[in-house]
């Protein structure tokens, strides 16, 4: 079992910035593939950002490309979203995920989830 608990959410006003981070305890970190991923009121849940075990692959999705950052420490059991020139678009939960093996843009290939943090960007 893996369990994940994010925090960095809250109010920022649109280009602004937040880090949020992801802790992991439990199954051996290092072997995870992590990812983000965030849902607004009435939509679907989306993929943001996804990294491999080692950190040396990573992938985002279109609407974040280029303003955010995801980066992993084994050696601390984290991960973390940094959120750079955000949007109100940007406002949702925003969810750590882990994947026993690999990483993937859809939320259904993911075995453990963290209960999410919410992220308001004002404008």
Same mark, same amino acid.
């Given at each position: 079992? /893996?369990?994940? *608990?994010?925090? $960095?959410? $809250?109010?920022?006003?649109?280009? $602004?910035?937040?880090?949020?981070? !992801?802790?992991?305890?439990?199954?051996?970190?290092?072997?995870?593939?992590? $990812?983000?991923?965030?849902? +607004?009121?009435?939509?679907?849940?989306?993929?943001?950002? +996804?990294?491999?075990?080692?950190?040396?692959?990573?992938?985002?999705?279109?609407? *974040?490309?280029?303003?955010?950052?995801?980066?992993?420490?084994?050696?601390?059991?984290?991960?973390?979203?940094?959120?750079?020139?955000?949007?109100?678009?940007?406002?949702? *939960?925003?969810? !750590? +995920?882990?994947?026993?093996?690999?990483?993937?843009?859809?939320?259904?290939?993911?075995?453990?989830?963290?209960?999410?943090?919410? /992220?308001? /960007?004002?404008?």
């Amino acid at each position: 079992q /893996v369990q994940l *608990v994010e925090s $960095g959410g $809250g109010l920022v006003q649109a280009g $602004g910035s937040l880090r949020l981070s !992801c802790a992991a305890s439990g199954r051996s970190f290092s072997s995870l593939g992590m $990812g983000w991923f965030r849902q +607004a009121p009435g939509k679907e849940r989306e993929f943001v950002a +996804a990294i491999s075990w080692s950190g040396t692959s990573t992938s985002y999705g279109d609407s *974040v490309k280029g303003r955010f950052t995801i980066s992993r420490d084994n050696a601390k059991n984290t991960v973390a979203l940094q959120m750079n020139s955000l949007k109100p678009e940007d406002t949702a *939960v925003y969810y !750590c +995920a882990a994947r026993r093996s690999g990483t993937s843009f859809q939320s259904n290939f993911y075995d453990y989830w963290g209960q999410g943090t919410q /992220v308001t /960007v004002s404008s």
